[in-house]
Protein backbone atom coordinates (compact mmCIF):
# COMPACT_ATOMS: atom_id res chain seq x y z
CA UNK A 1 0.00 0.00 0.00
CA UNK A 2 3.12 2.47 0.57
CA UNK A 3 3.59 2.61 -3.02
CA UNK A 4 0.36 2.75 -4.28
CA UNK A 5 -0.12 6.21 -2.38
CA UNK A 6 3.55 7.31 -3.29
CA UNK A 7 2.71 6.45 -7.24
CA UNK A 8 -0.90 8.56 -6.66
CA UNK A 9 1.33 11.22 -5.01
CA UNK A 10 3.41 11.74 -7.37
CA UNK A 11 0.10 11.51 -9.81
CA UNK A 12 -1.18 14.31 -8.69
CA UNK A 13 2.04 16.51 -8.36
CA UNK A 14 2.40 15.68 -11.93
CA UNK A 15 -0.97 16.86 -13.34
CA UNK A 16 -1.27 19.45 -10.70
CA UNK A 17 1.78 20.76 -12.59
CA UNK A 18 0.39 20.64 -15.94
CA UNK A 19 -3.09 22.07 -15.34
CA UNK A 20 -1.01 25.28 -15.57
CA UNK A 21 0.09 24.45 -18.55
CA UNK A 22 -3.39 23.82 -19.81
CA UNK A 23 -4.92 26.90 -19.32
CA UNK A 24 -2.33 28.42 -21.35
CA UNK A 25 -2.77 26.15 -23.99
CA UNK A 26 -6.56 26.48 -24.18
CA UNK A 27 -6.46 30.35 -24.33
CA UNK A 28 -4.66 29.98 -27.79
CA UNK A 29 -7.03 27.31 -28.70
CA UNK A 30 -8.14 25.39 -31.38
CA UNK A 31 -5.96 25.26 -34.71
CA UNK A 32 -6.47 21.70 -35.42
CA UNK A 33 -8.92 18.78 -35.00
CA UNK A 34 -5.80 16.51 -33.34
CA UNK A 35 -5.07 19.30 -30.79
CA UNK A 36 -8.68 19.74 -30.05
CA UNK A 37 -9.50 16.44 -29.10
CA UNK A 38 -6.46 15.49 -27.49
CA UNK A 39 -6.87 18.83 -25.62
CA UNK A 40 -10.60 18.05 -24.83
CA UNK A 41 -9.17 14.58 -23.50
CA UNK A 42 -6.99 16.48 -20.87
CA UNK A 43 -9.39 18.50 -19.48
CA UNK A 44 -11.34 15.52 -18.79
CA UNK A 45 -8.53 13.59 -17.81
CA UNK A 46 -6.92 16.78 -15.09
CA UNK A 47 -10.36 17.91 -13.63
CA UNK A 48 -11.32 14.04 -12.77
CA UNK A 49 -7.98 14.20 -11.10
CA UNK A 50 -8.66 17.21 -9.04
CA UNK A 51 -12.21 16.17 -7.92
CA UNK A 52 -10.10 13.11 -6.28
CA UNK A 53 -7.59 15.14 -4.72
CA UNK A 54 -10.14 17.60 -3.55
CA UNK A 55 -11.59 14.37 -1.50
CA UNK A 56 -8.38 12.91 -1.20
CA UNK A 57 -8.62 11.44 1.94
CA UNK A 58 -11.83 9.94 1.53
CA UNK A 59 -10.85 8.89 -2.16
CA UNK A 60 -7.72 7.53 -1.56
CA UNK A 61 -8.95 5.23 1.19
CA UNK A 62 -11.40 3.62 -1.41
CA UNK A 63 -8.66 1.03 -3.09
CA UNK A 64 -11.31 0.99 -6.06
CA UNK A 65 -10.44 4.83 -6.31
CA UNK A 66 -7.00 4.59 -6.03
CA UNK A 67 -6.90 1.25 -8.70
CA UNK A 68 -8.90 3.04 -11.15
CA UNK A 69 -6.63 6.12 -10.85
CA UNK A 70 -3.55 4.43 -11.57
CA UNK A 71 -4.83 2.40 -14.21
CA UNK A 72 -6.01 5.66 -16.04
CA UNK A 73 -2.78 7.51 -15.57
CA UNK A 74 -0.61 3.95 -16.71
CA UNK A 75 -2.54 2.76 -19.33
CA UNK A 76 -5.76 4.33 -20.60
CA UNK A 77 -4.68 7.62 -21.51
CA UNK A 78 -1.70 6.42 -23.10
CA UNK A 79 -3.94 3.94 -24.64
CA UNK A 80 -6.33 6.61 -26.17
CA UNK A 81 -3.35 8.63 -27.49
CA UNK A 82 -1.15 6.12 -28.90
CA UNK A 83 -2.99 2.89 -29.87
CA UNK A 84 -3.15 1.76 -33.54
CA UNK A 85 -7.13 1.68 -33.14
CA UNK A 86 -6.72 5.23 -32.45
CA UNK A 87 -5.05 6.41 -35.58
CA UNK A 88 -7.03 3.70 -37.46
CA UNK A 89 -10.26 4.84 -36.04
CA UNK A 90 -9.10 8.51 -37.41
CA UNK A 91 -7.31 7.34 -40.57
CA UNK A 92 -10.75 5.57 -41.58
CA UNK A 93 -12.47 8.24 -40.13
CA UNK A 94 -10.54 10.80 -42.81
CA UNK A 95 -10.46 9.20 -45.42
CA UNK A 96 -15.01 8.51 -45.68
CA UNK A 97 -14.61 12.23 -44.60
CA UNK A 98 -12.55 12.70 -47.95
CA UNK A 99 -14.65 10.73 -50.05
CA UNK A 100 -17.51 12.48 -49.43
CA UNK A 101 -16.46 16.00 -48.94
CA UNK A 102 -17.29 16.91 -52.44
CA UNK A 103 -21.50 16.06 -51.87
CA UNK A 104 -21.28 17.66 -48.27
CA UNK A 105 -22.87 20.84 -47.47
CA UNK A 106 -20.54 23.98 -48.31
CA UNK A 107 -20.34 26.74 -45.57
CA UNK A 108 -22.30 28.93 -47.47
CA UNK A 109 -24.93 25.93 -47.24
CA UNK A 110 -24.84 26.43 -43.90
CA UNK A 111 -25.13 29.99 -43.49
CA UNK A 112 -27.74 29.81 -45.80
CA UNK A 113 -29.62 27.09 -43.84
CA UNK A 114 -29.06 29.53 -40.50
CA UNK A 115 -30.13 32.88 -42.54
CA UNK A 116 -33.18 30.40 -43.82
CA UNK A 117 -34.50 29.80 -40.01
CA UNK A 118 -33.81 33.06 -39.21
CA UNK A 119 -36.59 34.09 -42.26
CA UNK A 120 -38.96 31.09 -41.17
CA UNK A 121 -38.64 33.41 -37.20
CA UNK A 122 -39.25 36.45 -38.69
CA UNK A 123 -41.73 35.78 -41.57
CA UNK A 124 -43.97 33.70 -39.32
CA UNK A 125 -43.62 36.04 -36.17
CA UNK A 126 -41.87 32.39 -34.52
CA UNK A 127 -40.36 32.48 -31.19
CA UNK A 128 -36.98 31.80 -31.08
CA UNK A 129 -36.91 29.92 -27.53
CA UNK A 130 -40.03 27.69 -28.19
CA UNK A 131 -38.24 27.21 -32.00
CA UNK A 132 -34.67 25.49 -30.69
CA UNK A 133 -36.93 23.30 -28.39
CA UNK A 134 -38.66 21.99 -31.55
CA UNK A 135 -41.93 23.80 -31.07
CA UNK A 136 -43.61 26.56 -34.23
CA UNK A 137 -44.42 28.88 -31.96
CA UNK A 138 -45.95 31.98 -33.15
CA UNK A 139 -46.65 34.75 -30.85
CA UNK A 140 -48.68 37.93 -32.42
CA UNK A 141 -49.80 40.82 -30.44
CA UNK A 142 -49.14 38.64 -27.11
CA UNK A 143 -51.20 35.73 -28.40
CA UNK A 144 -48.97 31.96 -28.64
CA UNK A 145 -50.07 29.84 -30.97
CA UNK A 146 -48.83 27.11 -32.19
CA UNK A 147 -48.67 27.18 -35.90
CA UNK A 148 -47.66 23.47 -36.60
CA UNK A 149 -47.40 20.25 -34.85
CA UNK A 150 -44.13 18.33 -35.26
CA UNK A 151 -44.55 14.36 -34.85
CA UNK A 152 -41.23 14.83 -33.04
CA UNK A 153 -39.75 17.87 -31.89
CA UNK A 154 -35.93 18.13 -33.18
CA UNK A 155 -34.53 20.49 -30.05
CA UNK A 156 -31.19 22.44 -31.19
CA UNK A 157 -28.05 22.65 -29.07
CA UNK A 158 -26.42 25.34 -27.36
CA UNK A 159 -24.09 25.07 -30.30
CA UNK A 160 -26.40 25.30 -33.12
CA UNK A 161 -27.73 28.33 -31.97
CA UNK A 162 -24.40 29.61 -31.51
CA UNK A 163 -24.24 29.25 -35.04
CA UNK A 164 -27.00 30.92 -35.79
CA UNK A 165 -26.05 34.04 -33.44
CA UNK A 166 -22.89 33.92 -35.22
CA UNK A 167 -24.21 33.96 -38.90
CA UNK A 168 -26.49 36.87 -37.86
CA UNK A 169 -23.42 38.89 -35.29
CA UNK A 170 -21.13 38.43 -38.54
CA UNK A 171 -23.76 40.58 -40.57
CA UNK A 172 -23.89 43.09 -38.12
CA UNK A 173 -27.81 41.95 -37.33
CA UNK A 174 -27.99 42.57 -33.47
CA UNK A 175 -31.69 42.08 -33.50
CA UNK A 176 -31.39 38.33 -34.54
CA UNK A 177 -27.67 37.53 -32.89
CA UNK A 178 -29.19 38.12 -29.19
CA UNK A 179 -32.22 36.30 -29.83
CA UNK A 180 -30.17 33.21 -31.06
CA UNK A 181 -27.04 33.70 -28.65
CA UNK A 182 -29.23 34.12 -25.44
CA UNK A 183 -30.57 30.41 -26.30
CA UNK A 184 -27.27 29.31 -26.94
CA UNK A 185 -25.75 30.91 -23.90
CA UNK A 186 -28.59 29.18 -21.54
CA UNK A 187 -28.17 25.85 -23.47
CA UNK A 188 -24.08 25.84 -22.74
CA UNK A 189 -24.70 27.04 -19.56
CA UNK A 190 -26.71 24.08 -18.73
CA UNK A 191 -24.34 21.90 -19.99
CA UNK A 192 -21.99 22.79 -17.60
CA UNK A 193 -19.88 24.71 -20.20
CA UNK A 194 -18.72 21.48 -21.15
CA UNK A 195 -16.99 21.32 -24.74
CA UNK A 196 -17.13 19.07 -27.56
CA UNK A 197 -14.47 18.45 -30.48
CA UNK A 198 -17.78 18.59 -32.86
CA UNK A 199 -18.71 22.10 -31.40
CA UNK A 200 -18.13 25.62 -33.40
CA UNK A 201 -18.05 27.60 -29.62
CA UNK A 202 -18.20 27.35 -26.39
CA UNK A 203 -19.86 29.18 -24.01
CA UNK A 204 -17.11 31.51 -23.37
CA UNK A 205 -17.37 32.71 -27.32
CA UNK A 206 -21.48 32.51 -26.90
CA UNK A 207 -21.21 35.28 -24.11
CA UNK A 208 -18.36 36.88 -25.75
CA UNK A 209 -20.67 37.19 -28.90
CA UNK A 210 -23.40 38.22 -26.91
CA UNK A 211 -22.34 40.76 -24.54
CA UNK A 212 -21.03 42.72 -28.02
CA UNK A 213 -24.65 42.36 -29.22
CA UNK A 214 -26.12 43.43 -26.57
CA UNK A 215 -23.69 46.32 -26.42
CA UNK A 216 -24.62 47.10 -29.94
CA UNK A 217 -28.12 47.12 -29.51
CA UNK A 218 -27.98 49.51 -26.78
CA UNK A 219 -28.42 47.31 -23.38
CA UNK A 220 -25.21 48.20 -21.81
CA UNK A 221 -26.11 46.61 -18.18
CA UNK A 222 -26.49 43.25 -20.22
CA UNK A 223 -23.86 43.63 -21.88
CA UNK A 224 -21.64 44.31 -18.89
CA UNK A 225 -23.51 41.82 -16.36
CA UNK A 226 -22.09 38.97 -19.45
CA UNK A 227 -18.57 40.40 -19.97
CA UNK A 228 -18.17 39.72 -15.80
CA UNK A 229 -19.14 36.31 -16.47
CA UNK A 230 -17.43 35.60 -19.12
CA UNK A 231 -14.01 36.94 -17.32
CA UNK A 232 -15.04 34.38 -14.95
CA UNK A 233 -14.01 31.79 -17.49
CA UNK A 234 -11.10 33.45 -18.93
CA UNK A 235 -9.73 36.17 -16.08
CA UNK A 236 -6.94 37.14 -18.21
CA UNK A 237 -8.84 37.91 -21.69
CA UNK A 238 -7.30 41.81 -22.00
CA UNK A 239 -9.88 42.56 -24.54
CA UNK A 240 -12.93 41.91 -22.57
CA UNK A 241 -11.01 43.19 -19.53
CA UNK A 242 -11.25 46.50 -21.95
CA UNK A 243 -14.69 46.23 -22.12
CA UNK A 244 -15.65 45.96 -19.12
CA UNK A 245 -13.94 48.84 -18.27
CA UNK A 246 -15.53 51.01 -20.83
CA UNK A 247 -18.97 49.70 -20.26
CA UNK A 248 -18.29 50.59 -16.47
CA UNK A 249 -17.09 54.30 -17.55
CA UNK A 250 -20.33 54.64 -19.93
CA UNK A 251 -22.56 53.59 -16.82
CA UNK A 252 -21.29 55.65 -14.71
CA UNK A 253 -20.71 58.90 -17.10
CA UNK A 254 -24.40 58.19 -18.73
CA UNK A 255 -26.34 56.13 -16.13
CA UNK A 256 -29.61 56.36 -18.51
CA UNK A 257 -27.75 54.71 -21.38
CA UNK A 258 -27.96 51.13 -19.22
CA UNK A 259 -31.33 50.25 -21.40
CA UNK A 260 -31.16 52.66 -24.34
CA UNK A 261 -33.86 51.90 -26.91
CA UNK A 262 -35.99 49.85 -25.59
CA UNK A 263 -36.37 46.35 -27.37
CA UNK A 264 -34.69 45.02 -30.44
CA UNK A 265 -35.85 46.11 -33.37
CA UNK A 266 -35.30 44.11 -36.76
CA UNK A 267 -32.93 45.42 -39.64
CA UNK A 268 -34.50 47.22 -42.29
CA UNK A 269 -34.81 45.73 -45.15
CA UNK A 270 -35.55 46.59 -49.21
CA UNK A 271 -38.81 45.31 -49.04
CA UNK A 272 -39.93 47.27 -46.15
CA UNK A 273 -43.05 48.86 -47.47
CA UNK A 274 -44.54 45.64 -48.51
CA UNK A 275 -42.93 43.41 -45.59
CA UNK A 276 -46.14 43.57 -43.20
CA UNK A 277 -48.89 43.10 -46.10
CA UNK A 278 -46.43 40.05 -46.97
CA UNK A 279 -46.08 38.42 -43.98
CA UNK A 280 -49.57 38.79 -43.03
CA UNK A 281 -50.33 36.89 -46.00
CA UNK A 282 -47.67 34.60 -45.83
CA UNK A 283 -49.50 33.76 -41.68
CA UNK A 284 -52.99 33.24 -42.92
CA UNK A 285 -52.09 30.96 -45.64
CA UNK A 286 -55.05 31.96 -47.81
CA UNK A 287 -57.72 32.34 -45.41
CA UNK A 288 -58.47 35.93 -46.31
CA UNK A 289 -62.45 36.96 -46.23
CA UNK A 290 -62.03 38.07 -49.47
CA UNK A 291 -63.70 34.71 -50.87
CA UNK A 292 -66.64 35.28 -48.58
CA UNK A 293 -67.25 38.87 -49.63
CA UNK A 294 -67.10 39.14 -52.85
CA UNK A 295 -69.59 37.33 -54.92
CA UNK A 296 -68.65 38.29 -58.07
CA UNK A 297 -65.68 35.69 -57.36
CA UNK A 298 -66.84 32.14 -58.37
CA UNK A 299 -66.34 28.95 -58.62
CA UNK A 300 -67.29 26.85 -62.32
CA UNK A 301 -67.02 23.46 -64.41
CA UNK A 302 -64.58 25.56 -67.08
CA UNK A 303 -64.75 24.10 -70.56
CA UNK A 304 -63.63 27.72 -72.34
CA UNK A 305 -66.08 26.47 -75.43
CA UNK A 306 -63.62 23.89 -76.68
CA UNK A 307 -64.35 20.41 -77.72
CA UNK A 308 -61.20 19.33 -75.83
CA UNK A 309 -62.61 20.41 -72.44
CA UNK A 310 -65.97 19.02 -73.21
CA UNK A 311 -66.08 15.97 -71.95
CA UNK A 312 -63.73 16.22 -68.75
CA UNK A 313 -64.05 20.25 -67.75
CA UNK A 314 -61.78 21.98 -65.67
CA UNK A 315 -62.87 22.83 -61.69
CA UNK A 316 -61.85 26.38 -61.87
CA UNK A 317 -61.83 28.88 -58.79
CA UNK A 318 -61.75 32.56 -59.44
CA UNK A 319 -59.29 34.25 -56.91
CA UNK A 320 -60.00 37.55 -58.22
CA UNK A 321 -60.78 40.34 -60.72
CA UNK A 322 -58.46 43.34 -60.39
CA UNK A 323 -55.59 41.87 -61.19
CA UNK A 324 -57.70 39.03 -62.83
CA UNK A 325 -56.13 35.71 -61.24
CA UNK A 326 -57.78 32.01 -61.12
CA UNK A 327 -56.70 28.97 -59.93
CA UNK A 328 -57.87 25.43 -61.87
CA UNK A 329 -57.81 22.43 -59.59
CA UNK A 330 -56.53 19.18 -60.93
CA UNK A 331 -54.60 20.44 -63.72
CA UNK A 332 -52.00 17.58 -63.76
CA UNK A 333 -52.15 14.52 -62.53
CA UNK A 334 -49.43 12.99 -59.80
CA UNK A 335 -48.33 10.50 -62.22
CA UNK A 336 -47.31 13.73 -64.63
CA UNK A 337 -46.13 15.75 -61.91
CA UNK A 338 -43.77 12.92 -60.69
CA UNK A 339 -42.48 13.09 -64.49
CA UNK A 340 -41.68 16.52 -64.88
CA UNK A 341 -40.00 16.63 -60.93
CA UNK A 342 -37.61 13.66 -62.27
CA UNK A 343 -37.22 15.20 -65.80
CA UNK A 344 -35.83 18.42 -63.86
CA UNK A 345 -33.89 16.80 -61.44
CA UNK A 346 -30.40 16.68 -63.25
CA UNK A 347 -30.51 20.62 -64.29
CA UNK A 348 -31.59 22.09 -60.74
CA UNK A 349 -29.49 25.03 -60.17
CA UNK A 350 -29.95 27.56 -57.47
CA UNK A 351 -32.36 30.14 -59.01
CA UNK A 352 -31.46 33.32 -60.58
CA UNK A 353 -33.16 36.76 -61.45
CA UNK A 354 -32.89 39.60 -63.59
CA UNK A 355 -29.77 41.75 -62.65
CA UNK A 356 -29.61 44.49 -65.04
CA UNK A 357 -29.00 42.92 -68.53
CA UNK A 358 -27.74 39.36 -66.52
CA UNK A 359 -29.09 37.13 -64.34
CA UNK A 360 -27.72 36.51 -60.46
CA UNK A 361 -28.34 34.93 -57.54
CA UNK A 362 -30.01 36.63 -55.06
CA UNK A 363 -31.14 36.46 -51.35
CA UNK A 364 -34.82 37.36 -51.40
CA UNK A 365 -35.39 33.71 -54.09
CA UNK A 366 -33.68 31.22 -52.66
CA UNK A 367 -34.60 27.91 -54.62
CA UNK A 368 -33.29 25.77 -56.83
CA UNK A 369 -34.48 25.62 -60.62
CA UNK A 370 -34.41 23.75 -64.07
CA UNK A 371 -35.57 24.58 -67.62
CA UNK A 372 -37.48 21.58 -69.18
CA UNK A 373 -38.00 21.40 -72.72
CA UNK A 374 -41.03 19.96 -74.65
CA UNK A 375 -38.79 17.64 -75.99
CA UNK A 376 -37.68 16.38 -73.06
CA UNK A 377 -40.69 14.06 -72.69
CA UNK A 378 -44.28 13.92 -74.31
CA UNK A 379 -45.49 14.57 -70.63
CA UNK A 380 -44.08 18.48 -71.42
CA UNK A 381 -45.70 18.73 -74.57
CA UNK A 382 -49.04 17.48 -73.12
CA UNK A 383 -49.53 19.69 -70.59
CA UNK A 384 -48.06 22.63 -72.73
CA UNK A 385 -51.16 21.31 -74.97
CA UNK A 386 -53.53 22.02 -71.63
CA UNK A 387 -52.49 25.02 -70.87
CA UNK A 388 -53.37 26.10 -74.11
CA UNK A 389 -56.66 25.06 -73.84
CA UNK A 390 -57.93 26.34 -70.76
CA UNK A 391 -56.08 30.11 -71.53
CA UNK A 392 -56.64 29.94 -75.19
CA UNK A 393 -53.20 31.36 -75.65
CA UNK A 394 -49.92 30.24 -78.02
CA UNK A 395 -47.27 28.68 -75.55
CA UNK A 396 -44.85 26.70 -78.15
CA UNK A 397 -41.53 28.18 -77.57
CA UNK A 398 -40.52 31.18 -78.26
CA UNK A 399 -44.26 32.60 -77.44
CA UNK A 400 -44.19 30.66 -74.48
CA UNK A 401 -40.45 30.05 -72.54
CA UNK A 402 -39.83 26.54 -71.55
CA UNK A 403 -41.42 24.96 -68.79
CA UNK A 404 -39.30 26.45 -65.41
CA UNK A 405 -39.50 24.07 -62.51
CA UNK A 406 -38.92 24.96 -59.07
CA UNK A 407 -37.90 23.40 -55.72
CA UNK A 408 -37.63 25.17 -52.76
CA UNK A 409 -36.27 23.47 -49.63
CA UNK A 410 -36.86 24.89 -46.11
CA UNK A 411 -37.56 28.55 -45.84
CA UNK A 412 -36.99 28.88 -49.37
CA UNK A 413 -39.34 31.70 -50.66
CA UNK A 414 -39.18 34.47 -53.17
CA UNK A 415 -40.03 37.53 -51.97
CA UNK A 416 -42.44 40.41 -53.47
CA UNK A 417 -41.80 40.46 -57.51
CA UNK A 418 -42.77 40.69 -61.03
CA UNK A 419 -42.60 37.94 -63.92
CA UNK A 420 -42.88 40.84 -66.57
CA UNK A 421 -39.74 42.60 -67.44
CA UNK A 422 -40.01 46.23 -65.73
CA UNK A 423 -37.03 47.53 -67.89
CA UNK A 424 -36.04 47.92 -71.36
CA UNK A 425 -32.70 45.77 -70.71
CA UNK A 426 -34.22 42.39 -68.71
CA UNK A 427 -33.25 39.35 -70.21
CA UNK A 428 -37.00 38.44 -70.84
CA UNK A 429 -36.83 39.99 -74.03
CA UNK A 430 -34.20 38.05 -75.29
CA UNK A 431 -36.41 36.08 -76.58
CA UNK A 432 -37.73 38.80 -78.99
CA UNK A 433 -41.36 38.31 -78.35
CA UNK A 434 -41.89 41.00 -75.64
CA UNK A 435 -42.47 41.01 -72.22
CA UNK A 436 -44.39 38.04 -69.96
CA UNK A 437 -47.83 38.85 -70.93
CA UNK A 438 -49.20 36.25 -68.24
CA UNK A 439 -48.32 33.70 -66.39
CA UNK A 440 -49.19 29.76 -65.96
CA UNK A 441 -47.97 28.25 -62.96
CA UNK A 442 -48.25 24.67 -61.49
CA UNK A 443 -48.22 23.30 -58.32
CA UNK A 444 -45.94 19.88 -58.45
CA UNK A 445 -46.08 19.08 -54.46
CA UNK A 446 -48.15 19.97 -51.44
CA UNK A 447 -46.19 22.14 -48.65
CA UNK A 448 -47.02 21.15 -45.43
CA UNK A 449 -46.91 24.14 -43.95
CA UNK A 450 -45.88 28.08 -45.60
CA UNK A 451 -45.37 27.98 -48.99
CA UNK A 452 -48.34 30.15 -49.84
CA UNK A 453 -48.22 32.46 -53.09
CA UNK A 454 -48.98 36.42 -51.54
CA UNK A 455 -50.31 39.00 -53.79
CA UNK A 456 -49.24 41.76 -52.01
CA UNK A 457 -51.06 45.14 -53.64
CA UNK A 458 -54.55 42.64 -54.20
CA UNK A 459 -54.39 41.61 -50.69
CA UNK A 460 -54.92 37.87 -50.98
CA UNK A 461 -52.88 34.69 -50.68
CA UNK A 462 -53.45 31.45 -52.31
CA UNK A 463 -51.95 27.88 -50.06
CA UNK A 464 -50.08 25.34 -52.02
CA UNK A 465 -53.25 23.23 -53.65
CA UNK A 466 -51.33 20.28 -54.89
CA UNK A 467 -52.29 19.82 -58.27
CA UNK A 468 -53.56 22.77 -59.10
CA UNK A 469 -52.32 25.42 -61.26
CA UNK A 470 -52.90 29.50 -60.83
CA UNK A 471 -52.97 31.80 -64.21
CA UNK A 472 -52.64 35.37 -63.83
CA UNK A 473 -52.15 38.20 -66.25
CA UNK A 474 -49.00 40.45 -65.82
CA UNK A 475 -49.63 43.09 -68.49
CA UNK A 476 -52.79 45.59 -69.32
CA UNK A 477 -53.66 44.94 -72.38
CA UNK A 478 -52.05 48.41 -73.52
CA UNK A 479 -49.04 46.26 -72.92
CA UNK A 480 -47.91 48.16 -69.28
CA UNK A 481 -47.27 46.10 -66.42
CA UNK A 482 -49.94 45.53 -64.03
CA UNK A 483 -48.33 46.38 -60.41
CA UNK A 484 -51.51 45.10 -58.94
CA UNK A 485 -49.60 42.07 -59.67
CA UNK A 486 -46.63 42.49 -57.62
CA UNK A 487 -46.67 38.41 -55.72
CA UNK A 488 -44.30 36.18 -53.70
CA UNK A 489 -43.82 32.65 -52.78
CA UNK A 490 -43.89 32.60 -48.70
CA UNK A 491 -40.58 30.92 -47.17
CA UNK A 492 -41.17 26.96 -46.73
CA UNK A 493 -42.20 26.15 -43.16
CA UNK A 494 -42.24 22.22 -43.47
CA UNK A 495 -41.85 20.12 -46.67
CA UNK A 496 -40.57 20.50 -50.01
CA UNK A 497 -42.15 22.67 -52.33
CA UNK A 498 -42.38 22.25 -56.22
CA UNK A 499 -44.00 24.87 -59.11
CA UNK A 500 -43.63 24.73 -62.61
CA UNK A 501 -43.81 28.47 -63.96
CA UNK A 502 -44.77 28.78 -67.79
CA UNK A 503 -44.49 32.24 -68.68
CA UNK A 504 -46.32 33.73 -71.44
CA UNK A 505 -45.30 36.25 -74.19
CA UNK A 506 -46.98 39.27 -75.98
CA UNK A 507 -46.15 38.11 -79.54
CA UNK A 508 -48.04 34.90 -80.73
CA UNK A 509 -50.99 35.80 -78.76
CA UNK A 510 -52.36 38.67 -80.94
CA UNK A 511 -55.58 36.71 -82.82
CA UNK A 512 -56.19 35.56 -78.98
CA UNK A 513 -55.66 38.54 -76.54
CA UNK A 514 -56.99 41.81 -78.01
CA UNK A 515 -55.26 45.06 -77.34
CA UNK A 516 -56.76 47.91 -75.87
CA UNK A 517 -55.63 51.44 -75.32
CA UNK A 518 -57.47 51.68 -72.10
CA UNK A 519 -55.49 51.82 -69.05
CA UNK A 520 -57.40 50.13 -66.85
CA UNK A 521 -58.25 46.87 -68.66
O1 LIG B 1 -43.68 29.84 -55.56
C1 LIG B 1 -44.59 30.64 -55.66
O2 LIG B 1 -45.63 30.50 -55.01
C2 LIG B 1 -44.45 31.82 -56.56
C3 LIG B 1 -43.32 31.65 -57.51
C4 LIG B 1 -43.12 32.82 -58.40
O3 LIG B 1 -43.69 33.83 -58.24
C5 LIG B 1 -42.13 32.73 -59.49
O4 LIG B 1 -41.46 31.71 -59.62
O5 LIG B 1 -42.03 33.70 -60.25
FE1 LIG C 1 -43.40 35.14 -59.84
Known amino acids: SGTESLLVNHAFLEVGGRTEKLLIFESIVPLTTATVLSCSFYAKVSDLHT????????????????????????????????????????????????????????????????????????????????????????????????????????????????????????QEDYYHSVQWLEESVRLFRGSGGEWSPENEGTLKDALDHLAFSHFKVGNV?????????????DPVNGRVLQNVEKYEKLLMERPHISNRGGGLR??????????????????????????????????????????????????????????????????????????????????????????GEK?????????????????????????DQRISLLTGLNVTHPYGEYLQVVNYGIGGHYEPHFDHATSPSSPVFKLKTGNRVATFMIYL?????????????????????????????????????????????????IGDKWVANKWIHEYGQEFQHRCSLNPEE
Open 359 to 383: QATADYRISKSAWVKDSAHSVVGKL
Open 221 to 233: SYALSLSQELLHH
Open 51 to 170: EVYKSQETAMANPLVAFTLIKRLHSEWLNVVYSDEALENTQALRSSYEKEEAGLPKLEDLQGAAKGLMRLQDVYALQVASLVRGHFRSVTNGQATDIYMPDVSVPLSGDDCFLVGKVAYD
Open 445 to 493: SSVEAGGSTAFIYANFSVPVVEKAAIFWWNLHRNGQGDMDTLHAGCPVL
Open 266 to 355: RPASKYLRTRNTYERLCQTQGSQPVHFENPRLFCDYFTSGSPGLLLGPVKREVLSLQPYVVLYHDFITDAEAEDIKMLAQPGLRRSVVAA
